[in-house]
T-cell receptor, first 115, second 113 residues
């Protein structure tokens, strides 16, 4: 079966612009996670969804970042008024449910570059 | 807050030599522990996980890790390195329902022929 997919694979934008990053999780996975990986660092948690609702958004750095999952499947991470510091690889992962025992399956990521 | 420390941002071994990648976590309660591998231009792939069933965990590609509560460690080992093991390895911890992963900074493994 298909794994987690993310589009676009690369996104270059100018400072101040708005961007949307898309994640298609594995079918049937109820939990979906967003992480951000800056150069030379490990992934950092941003937000996770259980179904349609954001169960934990404590990792979102500020109110320019927002994510939705309206039908409990595809999720979109939205960044307003992008800044150069937002440049990173944005990773999406999904798991069967949020139990800590379950493996998270990661997508290939979207590399965002803000000029 | 939980944290994960990976000692050594770069490790270099010869082909056939022992691989040892170190990971320490900060928690007084045994957490869920994971090792992920990231090959160039690919997504993170789970190598193995500890979920309290056994302290010695075997994963894919000949890797294993031992959970040592007294040392708060979960070091990754492989008896004999192969060229295909060259990649970046991440240790991660999760404590609660919700499965939010906290990652270490990663260790890049280089295998010399």
């Amino acid at each position: 079966g298909a794994g987690v997919s993310q589009t676009p694979s690369n996104k270059v934008t100018e400072k101040g612009k708005y961007v949307e990053l898309r994640c298609d999780p594995i079918s049937g996975h109820t939990a979906l996670y967003w992480y951000r990986q800056s150069l030379g660092q490990g992934p950092e948690f941003l937000i996770y969804f259980q179904g349609t609702g954001a169960a934990d958004d404590s990792g979102l750095p500020n109110d320019r970042f927002f994510a939705v999952r309206p039908e409990g499947s595809v999720s979109t991470l939205k960044i307003q008024r992008t800044e150069r510091g937002d440049s990173a690889v944005y990773l999406c992962a999904s798991s069967l449910d949020p139990d800590g025992n379950n493996e998270q399956f990661f997508g290939p990521g979207t590399r965002l570059t803000v000029l | 807050a939980q944290s994960v420390t990976q000692l050594g941002s770069h490790v270099s071994v010869s082909e056939g030599a022992l691989v040892l990648l170190r990971c320490n976590y900060s928690s007084s309660v045994p957490p869920y522990l994971f090792w992920y591998v990231q090959y160039p231009n690919q997504g993170l792939q789970l190598l193995l996980k500890y979920t309290s069933a056994a302290t010695l965990v075997k994963g894919i590609n000949g890797f294993e890790a031992e959970f040592k509560k007294s040392e708060t460690s979960f070091h990754l080992t492989k008896p004999s390195a192969h060229m295909s093991d060259a990649a970046e390895y991440f240790c991660a911890v999760s404590m609660e329902y919700g499965n939010k992963l906290v990652f270490g900074a990663g260790t890049i493994l280089r295998v010399k022929s």
